[in-house]
């Protein structure tokens, strides 16, 4: 069983700064990529980025210039969001993808002054 553990999520003022984490555990084959999708309310769930294996990393047009993905390790994910705006606000779910699809439970990022 593969488990995402998320941490980092929280709130902050437009113009802040978070970072997210998530952290795979489990019995993985393959990790093909993994990333960050939000959902905010009322609103179907987005992707926000992902990275490779490789290390390609792909961005919604969204937070392009200001989000950063990142890789500490084949099984651990970072999300590094600056320059946060109020539409950034949403919860924010890991995702990772092999020969199967998991996800995290979700972690809420509040941005508002």
């Known amino acids: 069983q593969v488990q995402l553990v998320e941490s980092g999520g929280g709130s902050a003022q437009p113009g802040g700064s978070l970072r997210l984490s998530c952290a795979a555990s489990?019995?993985?084959?393959?990790?093909?990529?993994m990333g960050w999708y939000r959902q905010a309310p009322g609103k179907q769930r987005e992707l926000v980025a992902t990275i490779t294996s490789f290390n390609s990393s792909n961005y919604a047009d969204s937070v392009k210039g200001r989000f950063t993905i990142s890789r500490d390790n084949a099984a651990t994910v970072r999300l590094q969001m600056n320059s946060l705006k109020p539409e950034d606000t949403a919860v924010y779910y890991c995702q990772l993808s092999g020969p199967d699809v998991y996800w995290g439970q979700g972690t809420q990022v509040t941005v508002s002054s």
């Open positions: 489990g019995t993985i084959f393959r990790i093909n990529a």
